[in-house]
């Protein structure tokens, strides 16, 4: 008979419970004992590693008892000192007559080269599953094509973008599938960067930017390339946004010229030379009050409130503190905007010199702003009180037409104004289809 | 049967033997599937109608429905535990859970409060990892390098294995297959559910339990050391600790006739 401890495996002899009944001298060696004794009664499991220990109790054990036998375990040997050592493990139960076990004989095989070497198979296979996932889930589309430009792989993002799965484009040139044959690569060029009108499977035009890249192994081979496409649909609707936004900066600024031109033209016939500068200059303030409005408002409307309490910015706290404002919110078109806010800026200039804001008027003179808005009627009303000694000016200056022809010319809109003997009533009524 | 009803039953390859009052629902634990069952159900199926399925992911369960988030915790399994117990229209079941699955039958009856009858827990554990006092026998390392572990002996057999895994249950000629695959688990599925089992903490679950509870250890236990039923029957509102004459973490397996003892001592003590 062979001497069981001159066998290259380690082997043991367990009770039905897995406890150690005889153990040869490779084993005793690999676990790092130095007396079979020590070890007699012991579980199997106490030999092994922690992870190997819960393996062995949850799976092992189970279908030895269960099944018969096991093959090919991989699992860990530790030692009293630490050291590890990876073996495979083969078992078999030995059973009575009445098919209950007697004894289980494990064989356990050094396995650490080849275990090393599949867990290093095991990290490559991870990583490679890391690469595929990581191209199914791209946001962009990604199309994988030979040397000849015959599509290999096409992810989830090309068939949502194009409409074509996988199995309809492969081994088709993936140009005449999205750019009907618009050939101008070859696969030894660079890196390469394009934009193209795509095809939808509908026949729908997709704007796309694509940027394809040789795939070239270790050795310097072109394999293949990867094309990476984008949808730029949104960038371009985008480009067409901002040439519009362009064209209308020009044909505004065009407008605020012929506007300062007017104000500067009426109000040098309108005041002495030596107001000029100060008349002017104010007039021009009211009109850049209004654009640093226009600018901190995301779009191009403007709300009512706010335009008001612009224009009045200019005015002390006293007399500020004098005026009520009273009305819905209500979103202006921005050239509605500008120029009811030019009116209201001519408006608080007038009250300060002549009307409830001035000194003509009494300590409890008010200004009552108040608009409504009802059917797409927008109906808006400046009411001066306490004011004495109110009369018509004798002429109608540029500063009566910023509140009066020019308003209504420009808006579309009607305006009254009516001199009380208590204050001004002004009022100003247009529908408004635009209002948010 | 309703269709909702055939479709659990279906799904989770539910088999009902046995007569007898109350009703038992056998749950397997982590590595394996309902056959761990096999050697306690003839002896108590004269006293016991009995209940045992496959947890989805496990034996002959439906796994195309396996979903990672759906079973990313207990919850999932339990949720599946109550369905079943309503497909079948149980009366106050007692349910016997092995090892992580105490804590699946746990989460159930405290879901269904009084709708079941008691709790009995082979070889339970709240927590397999250490917790300052708590002992749960591991620390988290130990449990990534079992993962590596399964992953090492996964690693040959997968593909080969996938059409016999892939059966269904509705194709007996498939089930022949998985019975000659015992504890065979798709190695994906099997990974994520080492993970879910051993990273799981359900100790304020089993406190909040009111259900009696039967908490059976065996010695030499190297998945649940000792200092856990302990703290069981100390932390718990109702729990009676029972050292089996067994060892090992399957008692069911290994030693049935003890184990099959104290579940019908209990069992027949919640029914009187």
Known sequence: MHDPDLIPAGIVRCSPDARIETVNATMLRWAGRESAKALLGRPFYSLLSPAGRIYFETHIRPMLQVEGHVQEIALELLTPGGERKRIYLNGQAERGDAGEIKALHLACFSGGHRQSYERELLRQRRDAEGYVALVKSSADAIINTDVDHRIVGWNAAAQALFGHTEADVKGQDWRDVLLGGARDQSVDSAALRAEAEARHASGEAVAVEYHSSPIVD?????????????????????????????????????????VIHAIARSTARHSKPEDFIEVFGNRLNALSQNLSLLESQSSSALELSALIEAQLAHLGEEQRARISLDGPRVTLVERIALYLGLAIFELSTNALKYGALSQHSATDSQIKISWSYVYGQLSLRWTETGVSGVRAPSRAGFGSRLTGTLLERSTGGTVEVDYRPGGLVWHYERAMEENA | MTTATTTVLQRHDVRTTGTGHPTLVLIHGYGCDKTMWDSVIPLLKDDFRIVTYDLLGCGASDISQYDKVRYGTLDGHASDLVDVIDALELEQPILVGHSVSAMTATLAANRLGDRVGAVVMVCPSPSFINHDDYVGGFETQDIDALLETLDANYLGWSSEMAPAIMGTPDKPEHCERLTNSFCQADPDIARHFARVTFRADHRADVQALTHDALVMQCRDDVIVPEAVGLWMERNMQAAKLFTLDATGHCPHISYPRETSDAIRQFAKGQAG
Not at chain 1, 225 to 253: G, M, P, Y
């Open chain 1, 218 to 258: 270790s050795s310097g081979d072109t394999l293949g390339l990867v094309t990476v496409v984008r949808d730029i649909r949104q960038r371009r609707a985008a480009e067409e946004t901002i040439r519009a936004l362009n064209q209308e900066v020009v044909h505004r600024s065009k407008n605020q010229f012929a």
